[in-house]
């Protein structure tokens, strides 16, 4: 393979003045790989709430506020540059296509590591957040860590599986729902939901009740939900009992970072039935409204909670990808567009996805 050749400089977009959505295109210089490293030309990044909550610190939980000059971005796709030492038998290799995650870097020591718990990692570095995320033309990731994209799946349609579809299958699969159960996704129309109602109404012969804002409606049931419920209309519990027969869903997936959604899907489930929490509301931490003990173990109801996937749950999402039960329904932009598609996703105006065009 001809050598490639590596630019001394690339463009990157930083978050100018954190706390605020405002974004600028700067020139960084390109990084080298160390020990273990790898160098990836990024071509597509995709755009997900998350970036904008750790933004605008939105989110009070976090440990430190956002950093100014801080390269956001978390769903990375590019191929490999370069190979730092020690990487002579990694499973990867120049040229090959590869992908860059929420967590970017897991130690593979401490205990939630050696139990497959990626997302709660004790040492892990997150993408976009005090580490170099994906809104930029080159990054480094561990060579045994990058995910592989497989060949047929296009670079744009591939980022929001790096975090949107990673997320939603595990979240999924740890929901323990059988096929022909009642599932409902709160957030069906967003960048998680529409691909969380495609894995389960395709790939998991699961029965879709998507919920969301009116204007989502044909995406959703585009997507394969069953029904889809208009939350603006404040009927939901009624319609999810009319549909379900009375009892409710079997497992809610609450996708979307508005607390109005926890305070009332615990009222949408049946006995045995399962919350699983994958959105994070911005603001002050608040409690979930309705969940009593009382109320819980009279039903034996249950609450989890899903941070992201493993690296083992990301290869198989693309897969699902590859054999075309899962699309992504997005756009592109370019990278200046940046601050303008921030704006459009704190007005929820965003259908799907939005994946930026790194290249010049």
Known sequence: MAEVQIPRTYKAVVY????TISTKIEELTTPEPGPGEVLINLTHSGVCHSDLGVMTNGWAAL?????????????????????GPGTENSAVKVGDRVGVKWISAR???CPPCLEGHDGVCLNQKISGYYTPGTFQQ????PANYVTPIPDGVDSAAAAPMLCAGVTSYA??????????????????GGGLGHIAVQLAARGMALRVIGIDHGSKKQLVLESGAEHFIDHTEGKVDQEVKKITGAFGAHVALVLTAANAAYAQVMDLLRFGGRLVCVGIPEGEPQAIAKAFPQTMIAREQSIIAVAVGNRREAIETLDFAARGLVKSHHRVEKMDKLTEVFKEMHEAKLQGRVVLDLTD
């Open 171 to 188: 979240a999924l699969k740890k929901s323990g729902a059988q096929a022909g159960q009642w599932v409902i996704v709160m957030g069906a």
């Open 107 to 109: 130690c593979d020591n």
């Open 63 to 83: 440990p430190a506020p956002t950093q100014k000059g801080q390269v956001g971005g978390h769903e990375g796709v590019g191929k490999i540059v370069k190979m």
């Open 16 to 19: 100018d003045n954190p706390g």
């Open 138 to 141: 080159y990054v480094l990731g």
